[in-house]
């Protein structure tokens, strides 16, 4: 569907003799934003899709048909989260428990859903949150931006989410991506002990045209943080982590044995 819809606001632009620069202008927008939504790559925000259909006066179509709206909702503190994910030319995403969403395979984004939610989910309500959270993927389809670094704790590749086979599928996915260079992980080992992100887990964004946020998460609840010194904070604290992390290439070896002791075989 996001390709439909870019395509849909590529011809209404064009019908409304506008550039890519011009309707960026006119929506508060960065153009690479606009040429990625229009490609299918991004889906634009709430906030996005209302300035697109004031600026191309479009009578509120783009936002009634934004792709995600017939889809389960994200939990409601998330919202802010995704909108600013779809948006982010830079991610970088420390995981305590779980593989960060964007990196989900199917298999194991259903493990999650299934087994990690309270109150539990029925198979369709779950099915459509497993689509959901694999179309916040979709970023990843554009060969350099976002750029994307997961600093992963061990324990998040040694909890067997979903089984051995979901787990084999997972890591040799993040293998590949990093084989690829469309990711760098880092692992942070479980003899290190403890560390300042043994907390919760964090993602911290920038963006082409406005300030760096920090999104972090407990049970239940989520915030995304933009006041400067606190960001700032968070992002020392990162880079703090990943100075103890192991490098990329060990990281990779880990994660390949890893894989082959839940079953993967080259």
């Not at 229009?38 to 792709?67: M, Y």
């Not at 959270?133 to 590749?157: C, G, N």
């Not at 887990?201 to 989520?222: C, I, K």
Request: contains cysteine; hydrophobic residues 45%; glycine residues 6%.
């Amino acid at each position: 569907m996001g390709t439909a819809y870019g395509d849909w606001l590529r011809q209404q632009r064009e019908a409304a003799g506008m550039t890519q620069q011009e309707l960026a202008d006119e929506a508060i927008m960065t153009r690479s934003h606009i040429a990625h939504i229009e490609a299918g790559r991004r889906i634009p925000s709430r906030e996005d899709a209302r300035r697109l259909d004031q600026a191309l006066n479009t009578g509120g179509v783009l936002s009634n048909f934004r792709p995600g709206n017939d889809r389960r909702p994200v939990a409601a503190h998330f919202e802010a989260a995704l909108a600013f994910e779809q948006q982010a030319s830079m991610i970088r995403e420390f995981a305590l428990s779980f593989v960060p969403g964007i990196l989900q395979t199917e298999g194991y984004a259903d493990a999650v859903l299934r087994d990690a939610a309270f109150p539990p989910l029925g198979k369709e309500e779950r099915a459509k949150a497993v689509a959901t959270r694999l179309d916040r993927a979709r970023i990843l389809t554009d060969p350099v931006s976002p750029v994307v670094w997961a600093l992963l704790d061990e324990a998040v590749l040694r909890r067997p989410v979903g089984g051995p086979e979901v787990m084999s599928k997972q890591i040799m996915y993040l293998v590949r991506l990093m084989e690829d260079e469309r990711i760098r992980v880092h692992v942070v080992p479980l003899g290190l002990g403890c560390h300042p992100l043994l907390v919760s887990m964090v993602s911290l964004m920038w963006f082409e045209d406005q300030p760096p946020v920090v999104y972090v998460e407990a049970l239940h609840t989520g915030t995304v943080h933009d006041e400067p010194a606190l960001v700032q904070r968070f992002q020392a604290t990162y880079d703090l982590v990943l100075g103890d992390a192991l490098p990329r290439k060990e990281s990779l070896a880990l994660m390949r044995s890893i894989a082959k002791e839940y079953g993967h075989h080259d």
